[in-house]
Structures are given as structure tokens and as C-alpha cells.
């Protein structure tokens, strides 16, 4: 904390969750959720109890069943992954042991991690909440302190409520300015990591405000700070306002009555202070960003829509230089290429990152009334089955299915391979999702990043394009 | 868990950036639940031919006659980022891996390793080159050795010393569980769980309507 006094919003956080200073410089911090998932969460509880211990307090701690369950229409407990359904039973036999709180495959709050816990409102601001997942730093987006751990670590989180961490730096990403109609919180978080890189955040919380933040609904801040990860921040966090007040009015397990009123009179003081030190500060001017795409391995081999695909040999570093050449091998790209005219086999509507109703709506909007390119595949998948039920009363559902879409149940789905389904081998996929890795959506499947609605655009030009190019282009053709 | 003192091997350079837990182990690799059996998965992407196959693929550094019995990583920035899998520790210790030369790791992977008794080391790519040049004139024989009570790296005549943070030191010279540690604060944990119970009764009022894992 700066000597002054005064504090930023992560200073705050931390210091009402220190338990105390350890010798070895570490904090033993309280938390005050902790939710699992069915891939790491059941070897969690396992190793746990094989080890003798036992979890500290069930009545705080959540799973769900998202990553490896299927998403085909009326899914049980059989997944197309082999052994997948070991997974399955392990975490829910693991889960009643312990009495954890399950969203089971059936259940009709089930969806992603990070989509449900803030849906159902076990996440709050204010509050500490970790998870054996790396995205748990979208909650940052409502103003709670939330990392992604492993699961050693969540093991030590389940059996002592709390956690050895050394605590990370300050820095704050200040976005002033609109951003232009047609780019998203996606768009901008992408942006982000192409100017400073994949390792900009590394040690870091990352605060992130501005005019352009405030603007961004409760939604689309998860979307921001989902992709923190990909910046190597520790965490991201963006202060509470009363957008998030409003969100959180009337969830599940959010407050009531008095505690309602207690709850909003502290989320209120929840802000970094004027005088505030940050280790670190970063500009973005918001209304400069366009609509971005990755074209390569990594979420930082990145460009505007408008742009090229690279030259490796522009890259004035060695290993950049490398990790460009083998990125564009890997995906099948040439230098100089226009990114506009990279031609898709399947787009992805999904994931934590952009599974949520207002990404749905985005993307409906674009795709009513059109129909996917023939040849091109396209599934979406909502984040949880309120998404789901929600999207289904808006009739969202029917006009992505006339549009020649699959609708899914809800789920993490194909942004991950587990072993299970795939767009397959060299397929070309426009995914809304967080990650771009050899061999992330399946052996030699080629990932671009992009947002949701640039996914569905493309989709229907069977090409990569922005939502604006295809209305613009098809004016142009009536 | 197993200590980390002094350890002393064959190191294979993989010099790349950004080498993430996918890499490391692909999820399709993760088939139990279970830390164990998931040595064979360690890289499977670059190590074998074919995705799921288990031929061998000759490029691949690991695969190569001069990298046999390989104990130690080298690679360069982010080596571990993305996904929290621990499976990427679980696959590397199963496959005997002891410790990780990297100009940076991910976090998450970085804490996952000091609770595997996996030696995470971070030195500058200048470092990392010369330690990968030195390598590969003969790996068998210039091998390297990590000695964590010093923190220093050592291969032939060069020399570099390193830092790691102190408590990740301790668990790791001492093979120590850190959960067994903290329990010993147990009684500091439940004094500021009832004063932080107090202040923030919103924040726990809704989880105490839950009994035995029904849900009112
Ligand atoms: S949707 Fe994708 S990134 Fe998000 S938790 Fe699931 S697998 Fe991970």
C-alpha cells in the first residue's frame, strides 16, 4: 500500500482479505468462494481426501459440469470424449461426499464456471473468489478479486480457506475514449494485448477504467477482463458501479433485505483513491481501435480486420520472427495475405469469453434474416442454460437455426478439444473465444479469435469480415 | 512431495516463446481422473507424428538419441501460460522433468511446479542462449546443474546465479505441503473469519441457508 495512504481499489481488496503477513513474504489471504469444475475440480477433491483432509467450509464452495459434458441436444451423462463420463461421476460422487453446492448436467442453472457464478450471484463484489481455472479473472468485471489457481492450490483453498500468495503490482489501463460502433470489449482486449504483448500484465493486477469502461455494459466487462490471462495479469478488476448494482439485484445468492442495502453501501466505497500510486500506467485511446483478428498461434499474433497478415521477416526479434513463421505454417497463411480475404470453414459462437446474452443478441442481430456461406459450419453454444432459456423466449435460437446454425445446450463445448469433438484438421474456425493455440480446438484445427459479432459476419460471408463490411458490401451488391 | 536440493542433467534447449500448457499437455492427453498417466501425453503434439498416435517424432528435441534421459527444460519467455491445467506439472515431473530454464513462466504454472517439486528458473535470453549454446555442442556431456541452496546454474565453465522467491525456496529445499503449514494458522484463519463475518454479514448471510448441501 503507498506510504500516503491512499490506495488502489486492488490495495483495498487485498488488505480486508489479509489474514496476516507471513515470514516468507507471502499474505495468507481469505476467500470467500471458491468454485470447481468437473476436469480439475474432481481430482481436486480427490487428492484432497485421499490426503485426510477435508474441506473447510462446503456451504461456500460451487462446481458446475461445463468442460468436458456435451452440448448435443438432450445430453446426459455419456460424452463424446472417451472416459469423459468418469469425470462426471467422479464430480458428482466427489461433490455429494463433500456437500458442495452442484450445477449437475441436468440442472437448469448449469452452464460455464464463469458464466453462472456471477449469473447466480455467488460472486459479488468485493468478494475474493478462485477457481482451478485461468479465467477465473473474468470476474474482475463486477469488481471482485478473482484468480485462476491450480489445483494443488485449490486443494490448499478447500481444505484452509484461504491461499499463500505473494502479492502482485499495481497497474491501471486507463481507456478513454468511445469506442466506434461495431467494436467490443473483445475487440478491445485484443487491442490491448497487440500493443504491450502476451507478457504486458505479467505481475500485475490490472485495473482497468476510463470513460470507455464505464460505457461497457456489466456483460461485455467480463469479456474485457476474461482475456487478462492472455496478458499474463494476475488479475484484472474494474470498479463496481451502479450497472453492477443493478446486475446483481434480485440473483440467487446475492443479498437481500438490509443486507442488500449493507452490500451496496460498501461496494460504493470500492474504488481506487484519486491520489492512488500505480507501479504501472497504460493509455488506450478507445475510439482508435477497430475490429481485431488473430492470425496466428498466440492472442498477441493479432491484426485489424482491415490489415495483412505479417511478414515474419518484419519482426525485428528472432523469436518473434520464428514463432510468426511457425504460426503461419501452422495455419496455413501467407505473408502479406489480406485478412479480409482469408476464407473460413466454421464459425464458433461460445465459451466464457462470449457465450453471454448480449453476445447472443449481437450475433443474432447480424445473422437475422441472412444465411451462413454454404460449405461453412456454425454452432453456437450458450454460456449457461439461463442463456439458453433466455435467447429461446427472445427467439434467438430460431434465427440462428434458420440462418443454418447448430443451437446448442450449454457448455464450454469446442472452444477446448478434449478428446471428443472438433471442427477437424485444418479446418478454419472464426471463434469467440480466448485462446489461439496449436491444437487448442483440435489437432491442427486452425483458430482465429474474433469477436462475436465479426464471427457471425463471417460466417455468412465465408470469409473473415467485420459485421459493418458485410452490410456495406451487400448494399453495394443491392 | 519430493525436495529439490541439488540436481544435476541432461537439459534440452526448446527455445520458443509463449509455450503453453495446451502444448505441454493437450487436453485429449487428459484422460483420467488422475494425476498420474500423463507422462506419455507430455508434448504430444510436437513429440509424436500423428495427434493420438504415439509414433515418434524424430524433429522433436525430446525424441532425439543426444536428448535421452533430458531432466531439464530450456525455453524462453511465458513457458507455461494459459490454461491452469496442473496436468502440464503432473506430465513433466511423470516424464522426469526436474526442473524448467525459462526467461519467464506463467504464473499459475509457476506456483503449480513449487508444489510438485518442480525447480522453476528464470534467466535472461542472453543467459538462456548461451546455456542453450553450451547445451547443444554435446548434451549428453556439458550437462547442467541446478543447485537451489546456492541458486545457481552451472554447465561446464559458465555459471549463472539465480532467484527465486523465499518461501518457494523453503517448500521446495524442504519437500514441504504447504496446506499442512497453514493449518498450523488455523486459529488466526477462524479469529478473522468471526471478525470478517461481522462486518460483512451480507456477504455470507445468503450461503448460510444452505444445510448439508440442500439449498432453501
Ligand atoms: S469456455 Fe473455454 S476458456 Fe472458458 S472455461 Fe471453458 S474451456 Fe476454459
Redesign the pocket.
Known sequence: MAISGASTLFDKLWSDHTVCDLDSGETLLYLDRIFL?ERTGSIALQSLHSAGYEVRDARRVFCTM??IVDTFPGRGDKTLMPSGSDFILATRSETRAANIRLFDVDDGDQG???VISPEQGVVLPGLTLVCP???TCTQGGIGALAWGIGSSEAEHALATGTLRVRKPKNMRVIVDGQLRPGVTAKDLVLHLIAQFGTNGGAGYTVEFCGSAISQLSVEARFTLC?MAVEFSAFTAIIAPDEKVEAYFAGRDFAPKGEHWEDACRYWRTLRSDDDAVFDRELRIDGSLIEPMVTWGTSPEQVAGLRQFVPDPASFAELHRREAAQRALEYQGLQPGQAISDIAVNAAFI????N?RISDLRAAAAVVQGRHIAPGVRGVVVP?SRRVKREAEREGLDRIFTEAGFEWRDS???M??YAGGETFGEYQRVISS???NFEGRQGPNTRTHLASPTTVAASAIAGYITSAETLVNSEALIA | MKPFVTHTGIAAPLLRRNIDTDAIIPSREMKRVSKRGLGEGLFAGWRYTLPGGRELNPAFVLNQPDYAGTSILVALDNFGCG?SREHAVWALAEYGIRAVVASGFGAIFHTNCIRNGILPVRLDEASIAALAEKVQQDPQKNQVTIDLQTCLVQCGDLLWPFSLDESARYLLLNGLDPIALTLQQRRAIDVFEQVRRKEHTWAYAPMEDCVEGVWS
Do not use: L, P, Y
Open positions: 469444475h461445463d468442460h460455464i464456471v464463469h481455472d485461468s479465467h476474461n461460445g465459451s466464457c469469453t457465450s454460456g457448455g464450454c463445448s472452444c477446448f473465444t480466448n485462446r | 490454461s
